[in-house]
């Protein structure tokens, strides 16, 4: 039951129940003492018969229960009649025990009504921030959906994300990154308005409905001032923490009719602002689709590209201009597709740091690169370029001393090393 079907059957149970109550207060005092054994017995049994009706919703036999109740009190309270007056008490008392039992019968719904509804929050709650989480959320988003089609609106999607969030978690800690996530919610709560619904999803994933003011300017300043909250420091347990953020924007039901439809284009959004160095905030384009399957593709394939020697080395040669010389060489992945052509590795890089396959060909590039130097004189030198995620592991060294080989010259690994920049 709805809360506001309760109300109005609380408040018609109330008004009910001071009609029936004014009955012996107007006639019970100058009735004869048949008739007032009668009111009291027609107002004890209305009574017991409101406290049965409206037994499983307490405050409702309440409502209605308690006008009787008072009004049959005053009635009996003025009757001067000796022998009429036991005979009403003991009827009253009968009352007043089914009162009593409603009243306890209320006391017990009401703590299983607050233990089913604090389940019910905790089922639609995001423990740590209290922000709705992804149920909730997608509830919300259904609901939305469904009032744009049926009333002809629209609403924007907004999508956040901590760029960041996985590299202070990885350094700080799972307590610390919990802080900051905690300290991110309470700064979308302050960016945002009273009327837009804000979720938590995932790790540091942020989902935002806004119903009302929907123009594009209005939905980029929300998103701006969201984007501007986060860049001040994050004081977690002594230290300073940074951060930056990026949204996606989508609009129902121009960029979707259904929610894994704008869930898909929201998403496409937030990857263009979060890698492709567009700018912390993007709206969905047409254009963004076929970007969305290219990289579905690309995820796709790299995972067999590896095993399919589609991959390759080309090595570009260090010119010692003092002495004309070449001194060695650096090597630069190159990734043929057999349908698309040439990928630059600027796409396919993130794409591997991404789904974790950076690690498996950053050694497979770094072995085949010191085989590939270990054939060449000992002057010459080779050098890998590493991503960022490679630093991070800390099977990395082992990976080199493997490359290496038995035949490596011992001035070629320290090569190896390279530098961090994507080639």
Not at 391 to 413: M, Q, V, Y
Request: hydrophobic share 50%; glycine share 6%.
């Amino acid at each position: 039951m709805s809360r506001r079907t309760t109300q109005n059957l609380v408040r018609n149970a109330f008004l009910f129940g001071t009609w029936w109550g004014a009955l012996p207060v107007l006639f019970f005092g100058g009735a004869a003492s048949a008739v007032q054994v009668v009111i009291t017995c027609l107002s004890a049994g209305m009574i017991a018969g409101g406290a049965a009706s409206f037994s499983t919703i307490p405050i409702a036999a309440v409502a209605y229960t308690l006008p009787i109740f008072v009004g049959s009190m005053l009635a009996i309270a003025r009757v001067e009649d000796a022998v009429n007056l036991p005979v009403a008490i003991l009827i009253m008392s009968y009352a007043t025990t089914l009162f009593r039992a409603v009243l306890a019968h209320a006391f017990e719904f009401t703590q299983r009504f607050i233990l089913q509804a604090e389940g019910e929050r905790a089922i639609r709650r995001d423990v740590l921030t209290s922000l709705p989480n992804r149920f909730s959320f997608n509830e919300r988003l259904e609901n939305a959906i469904a009032n744009a089609t049926q009333f002809d609106q629209k609403f924007a999607l907004l999508l956040f994300n901590i760029n960041n969030f996985k590299n202070v978690n990885d350094r700080f800690g799972r307590a610390m990154a919990d802080a900051v996530l905690v300290e991110v919610a309470a700064r979308i709560r302050k960016a945002t308005r009273e009327s837009d619904c804000i979720a938590r999803l995932e790790g540091a994933e942020f989902a935002i409905i806004a119903s009302r003011d929907c123009r594009p300017d209005q939905i980029r300043s929300l998103a701006k001032q969201i984007t501007d909250a986060m860049p001040a420091p994050f004081l977690i347990e002594g230290r300073e923490l940074y951060c930056k953020a990026s949204v996606g924007i989508a609009f129902a039901p121009s960029d979707g009719s259904d929610a894994n439809q704008l869930l898909r284009c929201v998403d496409t959004a937030l990857y263009r602002a979060t890698t492709l160095g567009a700018g912390p905030i993007q709206f969905f384009r047409a254009t963004d689709d076929e970007a969305a399957v290219r990289r579905h593709a690309l995820e796709r394939d790299l995972a067999s590209a590896l095993a399919n020697n589609q991959l390759s080395l080309a090595f570009q040669p260090f010119l010692d201009l003092g002495s004309d010389r070449i001194r060695g060489f650096e090597a630069l992945l190159r990734w043929r597709h057999p349908t698309l052509g040439a990928i630059q590795p600027s796409e396919f890089i993130p794409i591997a740091e991404d789904i974790g396959l950076i690690h498996d060909i950053g050694h497979w590039a770094i072995k085949s690169a010191c085989l590939a130097a270990a054939q060449w004189p000992c002057d010459l030198r080779v050098a890998v370029n590493l991503s960022v995620v490679q630093l991070k592991n800390k099977a990395l060294l082992d990976g080199i001393l493997t490359g290496r080989g038995a035949r490596f010259p011992a001035a070629h690994p320290a090569s190896c090393a390279g530098r961090t920049e994507r080639r």
